[in-house]
C-alpha cells in the first residue's frame, strides 16, 4: 500500500495483536510492523488486546499524535473470532461489542484494563479482515516444512 507524497491524507496503520504474558507474540507482530514499515514508509505501530503493551488505544493515539488522518487497522490474527468480530471493534469504537459488561466470552481472560486509555482521535478508521487463508502462508509453511527436512 504505497502511498503518494502529494497525498492530503496521512495514512497511519495499525497492526492488532492478542498480547501475552510472554514477550514472544509481541516481539513477533511488532517484527512484522517493522518490516512493513519499512518496505512501505507508512506510520505503522503496533497495538495489542491485552497483557502487552502499547494498548490499541494507545498505538491510536500514538498514530495521531504523529499526524495520521486516516488508521488502517489490521488484526495480526489467521482467522476471525470474538476478538476480531466483537472485542477489537468495540476497543475501537467502531460497536457496541457484544453487550456483556463483564467482557467475559469464556476463554479464560478478561479485558477489563483495556478501556483505561480513550482514543483521541478524530479521523477515519478502517478495521481490515484478519490474515485468513492465503497462498503466502501456505508459502512460509512449505518454507519451514521443507527447513524441517
Avoid: W
Wanted: hydrophobic content about 35%; proline content about 4%; aromatic content about 4%.
Amino acid at each position: 500500500m504505497a502511498t503518494n507524497s502529494s497525498s492530503k491524507t496521512r495514512i497511519g496503520v495499525l497492526l492488532v495483536g492478542h498480547g501475552s504474558r510472554l514477550p514472544y507474540g509481541k516481539d513477533v507482530v511488532t517484527q512484522i510492523a517493522d518490516m512493513y514499515r519499512e518496505d512501505e514508509g507508512l506510520l505503522v505501530e503496533v497495538g495489542f488486546m491485552n497483557m502487552s503493551k502499547p494498548s490499541i488505544p494507545e498505538a491510536i493515539n500514538s498514530l495521531a499524535q504523529q499526524g495520521a488522518e486516516k488508521i488502517v487497522v489490521t488484526p495480526v490474527f489467521l482467522a476471525h473470532g470474538v476478538h476480531t468480530t466483537e472485542d477489537i471493534p468495540r476497543i475501537l469504537g467502531l460497536n457496541n461489542g457484544h453487550g456483556d459488561s463483564e467482557h467475559n466470552h469464556g476463554h479464560g481472560h478478561s479485558h477489563e484494563d483495556e478501556n483505561q486509555v480513550k482514543i483521541d482521535f478524530k479521523g477515519e478508521i478502517i478495521y481490515t479482515e484478519p490474515l485468513g487463508a492465503d497462498r503466502r502462508i501456505a508459502a512460509i509453511i512449505n518454507d519451514r516444512v521443507n527447513d524441517a527436512l
